[in-house]
């Protein structure tokens, strides 16, 4: 007997016949004698039609009443899905975040989860109840409803299952697993079994949209395993934990592209200590995540640092560091959006010198230009053109990956 | 400055112009400086839809499960008034019957009020705060939703204002007052200025759908001042208080029918004491109100029971007698649902004798009989056959209110 918290995407729930596709995974696992927890995000296309609402009656709704409204999609997802369990004759109790406990602090539409109160869900789980709780959303020490933001859901499941010690916390999504290239691309990148959390963590900071980096980082700090899996494809996914088995031969997990990049070049800066520090830190203090920084080498005095940023803080991080131009002392500020990042990830390229240089290699055999590099221990991102970019994903997944999987 | 509870249907808020138009009338009264609270409902069929969504999914959900569904409806349309609100430039928020602190029994889809911790609402009174509150619902001691079936925003409305001792609860309807008649049917009824509480409760039982009973009944005992008014049509509505001035001749403030009525016949009982105690309560045993009761005089050491229920009880009723039909030895039971109850209700009606009369009157001259006869202090009701009852509120409001209002 194991104890399973298993999360349904939105698409997973769109409408009657897929919550009753859902309801007969949890009873099937119900019945194989195992407790269950139950993570749902709103049906379908829920989100943006509340959204939609909101806005033909006020374009900027505060955001407190904003999760007020959104939260109820969550609601009822629960509450239908419990119905569909009822039907299938098992013992199920829906719950709303703040029934389930789960306390986060009070920044509204992008919360982060502070405490879970598990009593009430420990005590339904002791009646051997499945237990469906709302995803994506909380409630503040006000008591007021808040929403977690992007990949809230994940976040919601991964956090229940850390604070109740789940044996194991599945994602079930419209994927059927993590693969080395977007199969929508490179039609013969093939499914991982198992991957490591930390190439987890890189391959969605690079780009690849399974698994929402906040959801993953819970899991490593309390050694959460997951399972990434299809709720149409009932077959195994993809397992992410601690240290994962590699794929026979290669080095890398994965290749991964991310077009949500902008690049923002600053100008003959004058060159003095401290000036890097002062420019980050004002980033830091609007909340504006640097991705790729480049400074070059100083010349006549001064230096130009490059940096990359994701599109929607573009203009925020140009107009702060306007606002200091006198005191930094520029030449001039730049931003391109023509830009995507290729990354290549995998634990075991730390034990396999020459990753970078094959996938430079790969990129020159093509005739891509790189604008950019960065690497860290399990990663190696460069920045290109974003015309190149379909080209390049395929030209890197084949040097590292071959022609066809399996084959 | 008063405290003022604004209650708006579901089909004040339907859309977003409707929710626009709430929020002017709640912004005017917050600025000639009142406190306001507001308790809506969920917009327009909202509900409906709900029910039909979980019907799809199970024809007989839990109750519990139904109302974690239901109060969705009125979380989403409080959340939009209060962004309608906000885009007009008045401090408002919105509040869950949680957050509002509404604590019900555990009767899922009809629960009671039981208490009213107001000290978060206070609060936010006291931060010049308009409130907007969800109705219909409230939270059991387990911390799970209920509702409060039907009527159950006006008693929301009413039972909130009881708590804070509002000086007036105003329910916003389509309708712009309290009429002597259905103007559908009687198109010189013509609006009350006032009335009693007894008296809307009395209209109120008798079909009149203005305002449901509870909520009345929980304002006579707080002495809580209502007025009945329109959405859509900003002008002075009905007030509903203990003494009202009267319209100037009349005894009488309505005349109301109730097409929801089923009468049941129980013929040749043994005439024996005990036997009407022993049905009525099997009856109340199973929930069923019975209406008016007609026992015939003993005749052959046998009588004969009749009665009315509404219709969706007659079934049960019926069954419930048969199943007991050797203990209570009765020859045959029966049940037509052809009949409506026509009323006259009026306080004046005590000072006023013959009124009773002046009604058989007014149905004997259009010819239409009378099969059950009921009267309390301030009402009269007679059961007839449906086809007439037309033909009978007219003419009885023809006696007691002339052929046009005001003229």
Known sequence: MALIVQKFGGSSVKDAEHIRNV????????RANNDVVVVLSAQGDTTDELIEKAHEINESPSRREMDMLLSTGEQASVALCAMAIEKLGCPVISLNAWQAGISTDSNYSNASIKTINDERLRAELDRRNIVIVTGFQGINRRYDITTLGRGGSDTSAVALAARIRADLCQIYTD????????????????????????????????????????????????????????????????????????????????????????????????????VAYRIFSLLAQRK?????????????????????????????????????KDELNFADISCDTNVAKISIVGSGMINHPGIASQLFEALYNVGINIRMISTSEIKVSVLIDAKDSDMAIRAVHHKFFGERAGA
């Open 23 to 30: 309801a007969r995974i949890i009873t099937d696992t119900y």
């Open 175 to 274: 994927v059927d697993g993590v693969y080395t290239g977007d199969p929508r691309i490179i039609p013969e990148a093939r499914k991982l079994d198992e991957i490591t959390f930390d190439e987890m963590l890189e391959l969605a900071s690079a780009g690849a949209q399974v698994l929402h980096n906040r959801s993953v980082e819970i899991a490593k700090r309390f050694g959460i395993q997951l399972e990434v899996l299809s709720s149409l494809d009932p077959k195994p996914g993809t397992i992410v934990k601690e240290v994962a088995k590699k794929l026979e031969s290669t080095a890398i997990s994965g290749v991964a592209r991310d077009e949500n990049v902008a690049c923002i070049a600053i100008t003959h800066l004058e060159d003095k200590p401290g």
């Open 288 to 324: 504006i995540n640097v991705d790729i920084i480049l400074q070059s080498i100083g010349r006549d005095n001064t230096k130009d640092i490059t940096f990359t940023v994701a599109k929607g803080y573009a203009d925020e991080a140009i107009e702060e560091l306007m606002e200091h």
